[in-house]
């Protein structure tokens, strides 16, 4: 089982470019998650996914957008990065009614000049 | 109002147990606490969940008082390896899918 994988590891854009940040569990998990960490700071829940065809806003969704292409697998798209999106990116996955433990990826680390 | 407190930081000596308390005073009946870990440059991993009294796994201990505002993760003979940052959680647990992640306390092991 790899668990949760994400690509890219590292990412640099320009600011107003756009691109789609990859996630995929193989643990057969009904609910997925983005969350961004900022430097020196917790985590912060931007979508989340509680089963296949369905998304939610979490805390902090402005310039984000969403796809849950199937179980498995759950994107995240930047349409025109800003530098206030520099961050680390964390893909993550749960069992259905066990949100308490949820399984993270390696993240992707973005910088946008 | 932030749902959780926690030390920013701590020090300790290797095979020392090591104790990280954290206070929720707003704790709701539905709540459980959590706690993850955080290794850097890696995604959080859960270590240890409890509602009441004492949680033991192979990894730690979480002992939660009677009036549950508070809680404390108990880290038995810590190594070098346990330098992490760890994160106090408390949200329901089903229905709930927005976990709360403050900015967590940062722990040091010293040889």
């Known amino acids: 089982n790899a668990g949760v994988t994400q690509t890219p590891k590292f990412q640099v854009l320009k600011t107003g470019q756009s691109m789609t940040l990859q996630c995929a569990q193989d643990?057969?998990?009904?609910?997925m998650y983005w969350y961004r960490q900022d430097p020196g700071m917790g985590l912060r829940l931007i979508y989340y996914s509680a089963s296949e065809g369905t998304t939610d806003k979490g805390e902090v969704p402005n310039g984000y957008n969403v796809s849950r292409l199937n179980k498995r697998e759950f994107s995240l798209r930047l349409e025109s990065a800003a530098p206030s999106q520099t961050s680390v990116y964390f893909c993550?996955?749960?069992?259905?009614?066990?949100?308490?433990?949820?399984?993270f990826g390696p993240g992707t680390r973005l910088t946008v000049t | 109002l932030a749902k959780t407190t926690q030390p920013i930081s701590m020090d300790s000596y290797e095979g020392q147990e090591v104790n990280i308390t954290c206070s929720h005073n707003n704790i709701a009946t539905n709540d459980y606490i959590t706690w993850y870990q955080q290794f850097p440059s890696q995604g959080p991993r859960f270590i240890i969940q409890?509602?009441?009294t004492k949680v033991t796994n192979e990894v730690a201990s979480l002992f939660i008082p009677a009036d549950r505002k508070s809680s404390t993760l108990s880290l038995p003979r810590v190594s070098l390896s346990d330098t992490a940052v760890y994160y106090c959680?408390?949200?329901?647990?089903?229905?709930?899918?927005?976990?709360?992640f403050g900015t967590g306390t940062r722990l040091t092991i010293i040889p």
């Open positions: 993550a996955s749960s069992d259905l009614g066990q949100t308490y433990e949820q399984y």
């Open positions: 959680l408390v949200d329901a647990n089903f229905g709930n899918e927005k976990l709360t």
């Open positions: 643990m057969n998990h009904n609910s």
């Open positions: 409890g509602y009441k």
